[in-house]
């Protein structure tokens, strides 16, 4: 007999691999504030032509018509424009003590335009910080790569239009096209001069790690796993595991100037020994001990939403009938992580489209 241990992690699963310890990537860097008055400091960043990032962002909060603040003359001055503020306000600024603040321009106004941003007082008419915007200034946007090409000696015939990174972590393969006939054939990607065995699977458009099925002139969408983004990779493939070979790939540039990553992620790496991703979003992890096995579940999920994971109904495939599950759920309202046996004695059409709505569900 088996004791069986669950941990319940909910966040972003990063794959069974390291995480980078240089930190998210941001966007392109446009300079550090330059602090005058009232304590202003941080690091401003370019996500897109339209959107700002101030990393580490102080202000004291004591300026009394104060506001974010750019214009396109030759320094800060009553010429500008309020920015709004993270929340689309035009409020007077309030106190901020090591912010991560994201702000939109108005509409109508482009980064690429601009020749400052700055922290400042318009009843003064004193810039409090400011940073300039570099000459020619090129702000992340997507980037088209060029289309699949077809290695000479592939069986099949795959083939795209240009794949466009959307942003550091997604890419979108336009009308590609994939016969479905390998047993083995997924989406790839690595680091090397070359596509090889040595890549990892890229999920497909549905988050899943399966082989991939018949593509027929499709648009494609996918997400580098495990929060990896194009600067760590060289190449992108379709791959056949099977035959350890590439049907078709392209080659990734170096330093591409894209947006960051939609999608923030939380740093997880599992203690336990072994590890198996499910999903894009999923993954198991265990360790045996005498006769106690301890699981952890680790996804990415939102409130209603649960992770299941457990023992099959048949001994040699997988069935929901006759299965004993632990079914996993965050309730956000109590901030509370919960872990419910089910044995599965019946099946059922489901009508609600997400997991479980109430926890634990209401006696008749």
């Not at 962002?57 to 500008?80: I, K, L, M, V």
């Not at 321009?105 to 810039?127: F, H, I, M, P």
């Not at 000696?153 to 479905?180: C, H, M, Q, W």
Request: proline fraction near 8%; hydrophobic fraction near 40%; glycine fraction near 8%.
């Amino acid at each position: 007999m088996f004791i069986i241990c669950f941990t319940l992690l909910v966040l972003i699963a990063q794959d069974c691999a390291s995480q980078d310890d240089e930190g998210p990537y941001r966007g392109k860097f446009i300079g550090k504030l330059n602090s005058y008055h009232h304590q202003v400091s941080g690091d401003v960043y370019a996500v897109d032509d339209l959107t700002v990032l101030l990393v580490n962002f102080n202000y004291d909060g004591t300026g009394e018509d104060t506001f974010f603040w750019a214009g396109d003359s030759g320094r800060p001055g009553p010429q500008g424009f309020i920015i709004p503020d993270e929340h689309g306000k035009t409020n007077i600024l309030e106190r901020y003590n090591g912010a991560e603040v994201v702000l939109r321009l108005a509409e109508g106004k482009r980064l690429s335009r601009l020749r400052w941003l700055a922290v400042y007082d318009v009843g003064t008419q004193n810039a409090f910080g400011d940073v300039y915007v570099p000459d020619e200034f090129d702000p992340p946007a997507p980037r088209s790569l060029g289309p699949l090409a077809p290695a000479p000696s592939a069986p099949v015939v795959v083939s795209s239009k240009s794949v466009r990174f959307l942003d550091a972590n997604t890419f979108l393969i336009p009308e590609f096209r994939y016969d479905g006939s390998g047993e083995e054939v997924y989406f790839w990607a690595g680091v090397g001069p070359q596509p090889s065995a040595r890549g990892f699977i890229v999920p497909n458009e549905h988050g899943y790690l399966e082989p991939l099925r018949a593509y027929r002139g499709e648009d494609v969408a996918l997400e580098l796993p495990g929060g990896r983004t194009v600067f760590e990779v060289d190449w992108l493939a379709v791959w056949d595991a099977a035959e350890r070979r590439a049907l078709a790939s392209l080659l990734v540039p170096d330093a591409l100037n894209v947006p960051p990553a939609k999608l923030r992620t939380h740093p997880h790496r599992t203690r336990l020994p072994h590890c198996k991703q499910l999903h894009r979003d999923y993954q198991v992890a265990w360790e045996v001990f005498g006769n106690q096995i301890t699981i952890e579940l680790a996804a990415q999920i939102e409130d209603g939403e649960y992770m299941a994971f457990g023992v099959s109904g048949n001994e040699t495939r997988s069935q929901m009938l006759g299965a004993d599950v632990a079914v996993a759920y965050f309730n956000a309202a109590l901030q509370q992580a919960t872990v419910a046996d089910y044995n599965v004695t019946a099946v059922a059409p489901v009508s609600i489209p997400r997991g479980p709505r109430e926890y634990p569900p209401r006696s008749p």
